[in-house]
């Protein structure tokens, strides 16, 4: 875990992942959340849907050097507390949050 790149922590059925917000991981969230802008994405982040943390944390997990996809991260049991405050940790060490 490199704290320096802004990587966080994610525990998901047992298994130790890491996040991290990068430059595709935020045109990914862009894309599929259907965003004009990265200053669109604090507002919906204020109610996401369970299918926006699934998007977001897809693309942070890729980030983060994982290979996975938003329908594999929902066939897992993932614990969505634990899921929002690990995007919020991401965003904050990204300086992207207030």
Same mark, same amino acid.
């Given at each position: ?23 595709? %991981? +935020? ?5 599929? $959340? =259907?965003? /004009?802008?990265? *200053? ?6 204020? &109610? ?23 329908? %594999? +991260? ?5 614990? $969505? =507390?634990? /899921?929002?405050? *690990? ?6 060490? &990204?300086?992207?949050?207030r």
């Open positions: 875990m490199n704290k320096a790149r802004g990587e966080v922590p994610l525990t998901i059925e047992g298994e130790a992942h890491t996040l991290c917000v990068t430059i595709g %991981a +935020l045109a990914e969230i862009e894309t599929a $959340l =259907g965003l /004009a802008s990265l *200053a669109e994405l604090e507002t919906r982040l204020k &109610a996401p849907s369970v299918r926006d943390v699934i998007a977001i944390l897809a693309a942070l997990l890729r980030g983060g050097g994982h290979d996975t996809d938003e329908r %594999a +991260l929902g066939a897992r049991q993932v614990d $969505l =507390g634990a /899921a929002a405050k *690990a995007i919020a940790d991401a965003f904050q060490a &990204a300086g992207l949050a």
